[in-house]
Nanobody, 124 residues
Framework: QVHLVESGGGLVQAGGSLRLSCAAS????????ISWVRQAPEKEREFVAG????????VYAPSVKGRFTISTDNAKNTVYLQMNSLKPEDTAVYYC?????????????????WGQGTQVTVSS
């Protein structure tokens, strides 16, 4: 089992910034990538960004590229999502997610392990 715990969500005005954190624990030794996925009310889940735990590779959704930055701290088994220039359409519950034995970094929304999610609300 892999346990993921997100934090850092909140309410921010448009144009503002937030940093989300996701702490991973448990059987993380055979997880190679970790991603952020979001879900807005009455919308389907949307891939946001993914990263290899090594930090050498990243992938972003076009809607956030240039505004969001994903990074890892391997010593803390933590992944971060720095979100700048936030827009009202970024409002959603943000989840971190991962799989075991999957080293192919790509946009995807089907994962075996999910955190509980953290709410991000951007006011206009």
């Amino acid at each position: 089992q892999v346990h993921l715990v997100e934090s850092g969500g909140g309410l921010v005005q448009a144009g503002g910034s937030l940093r989300l954190s996701c702490a991973a624990s448990g059987r993380t030794f055979n997880t190679y990538i970790i991603s952020w996925v979001r879900q807005a009310p009455e919308k389907e889940r949307e891939f946001v960004a993914g990263i290899a735990w090594s930090g050498t590779s990243t992938v972003y959704a076009p809607s956030v590229k240039g505004r969001f930055t994903i990074s890892t701290d391997n010593a803390k088994n933590t992944v971060y999502l720095q979100m700048n220039s936030l827009k009202p359409e970024d409002t959603a519950v943000y989840y971190c997610a991962t799989d075991t034995d999957d080293s192919w970094l790509r946009p995807k929304i089907d994962f075996g392990f999910w955190g509980q999610g953290t709410q991000v609300t951007v006011s206009s």
